[in-house]
């Protein structure tokens, strides 16, 4: 079954560290680049970050930008995300999709359910 | 960055009505727009893309045009199932994905 299945959302303080990770199934996970999107509850989608297919390029949003880290390890089909430092407003559900190609244009395919992260005093 | 700004925010509308969504970029994008459909509590699932490409197994309902800067979503014959918040992204800047703030399409 083609899947993602996020984990390691929760409760942390502010100006600490959250790392989510999801794991990929039934397709050939190396061969596509990998986002990060998220969600603030009620509120819309923030693209969070890319990760090439090889981890050769990584590019982030102004959001996020010098406090996140995007990896993965295509022996694992896992993809992750650190984020330090967080904020309040890093609350949001994190999801992890998979960028295709269709004619050409890249498209996010595939989706996971999500994780939610809670940033709380 | 590349701004994506959609109008309106929120629209009601009955079963078989027909609807449309703005979505404008704050510079030239081409025709490197995908609109996503978000149910409440799910993730997002892809509709159209290129601007005007249905995504397989989407229904003809569904139809996207425009080019550069103004966008739209049209939904014809409005079904039940149709009724959630649709998102569009530019896919211009491959390094900057951008998505507009979305339209919840409301009985």
């Known amino acids: 079954q083609v899947q993602l299945v996020e984990s390691g959302g929760g409760v942390v303080q502010p100006g600490r560290s959250l790392r989510v990770s999801c794991a990929a199934s039934?397709?050939?996970?190396?061969?596509?680049?990998m986002h990060w999107v998220r969600q603030a509850p009620g509120k819309g989608l923030e693209w969070v970050s890319v990760?090439?297919?090889?981890?050769?390029?990584?590019y982030y949003g102004e959001s996020v930008k010098g406090r996140a880290t995007i990896s993965r390890d295509n022996s694992k089909n896992t993809l992750s995300l650190e984020v330090n430092n967080l904020r309040l407003e890093d609350t949001a559900v994190y999801y992890c999709?998979?960028?295709?190609?269709?004619?050409?244009?890249?498209?996010?395919?595939?989706w996971g359910q999500g994780t939610l992260v809670t940033v709380s005093p | 960055d590349i701004q994506m700004t959609q109008s309106p925010t929120s629209l009601s509308a009955s079963v078989g009505d027909t609807v449309t969504i703005t979505c404008r970029a704050s510079?030239?994008?081409?025709?490197?727009l995908i609109w996503y459909q978000q149910k409440s509590g799910k993730a997002p699932t892809l509709l159209i893309y290129a601007a005007s490409i249905l995504q397989s197994g989407v229904p003809p309902r569904f139809s996207g045009r425009g080019f550069e800067t103004n966008f739209t979503l049209t939904i014809s014959n409005l079904q039940p199932e149709d009724f959630a918040t649709y998102f569009c992204?530019?896919?211009?800047?491959?390094?900057?994905?951008?998505f507009g703030q979305g339209t919840k399409l409301e009985i």
């Open positions: 510079q030239s994008i081409a025709n490197y």
């Open positions: 990760i090439w297919h090889d981890g050769s390029q990584r």
């Open positions: 039934g397709f050939s996970f190396s061969d596509y680049g």
């Open positions: 999709a998979r960028e295709n190609y269709n004619q050409g244009y890249a498209v996010v395919d595939l």
């Open positions: 992204q530019q896919s211009f800047n491959p390094f900057l994905y951008t």
